[in-house]
């Protein structure tokens, strides 16, 4: 099992940017692969993007390409989730999740191993 802390989340104003990060303990980092999701309360929580294990490879929901950003610090057990240009469509609560895959990307959240708590991003137009 892995444990995931959230961290980074806030107000910020439209056109913004933040960067939210999730620290994981409990298993070997580089053998697991991080997601990124969102939800707004009533609504389906909405793939943001993945990224594998060993940092290769990567994947972003359609709503996020090139405005998001994930990466991962394999040496500090820490994946990030820089955001730019937000919009209050982005308000939500943002989840760090796990997988086993050192090389895959997965994008449903059900297969999903681990989760972190969330943490809270507002944008105020």
């Known amino acids: 099992q892995v444990q995931l802390v959230e961290s980074g989340g806030g107000s910020v104003q439209t056109g913004g940017s933040l960067r939210l990060s999730c620290a994981a303990s409990?298993?070997?980092?580089?053998?697991?692969?991080m997601g990124w999701f969102r939800q707004v309360q009533g609504k389906e929580r909405e793939f943001i993007a993945a990224?594998?294990?060993?940092?290769?490879?990567?994947y972003y929901g359609d709503s996020v390409k090139g405005r998001f950003t994930i990466s991962r610090d394999n040496a500090k057990n820490t994946a990030y989730l820089q955001m730019h240009s937000l919009k209050p469509e982005d308000t939500a609560v943002y989840y760090c999740?796990?997988?086993?895959?050192?090389?895959?990307?997965?994008?449903?959240?059900?297969?999903?191993?681990?989760w972190g708590r969330g943490t809270q991003v507002t944008v105020s137009s």
């Open positions: 999740a796990a997988y086993v895959g050192r090389h895959t990307i997965v994008i449903l959240a059900n297969l999903y191993d681990d």
């Open positions: 409990g298993r070997a980092f580089s053998s697991i692969g």
């Open positions: 990224i594998s294990g060993s940092g290769e490879n990567s």
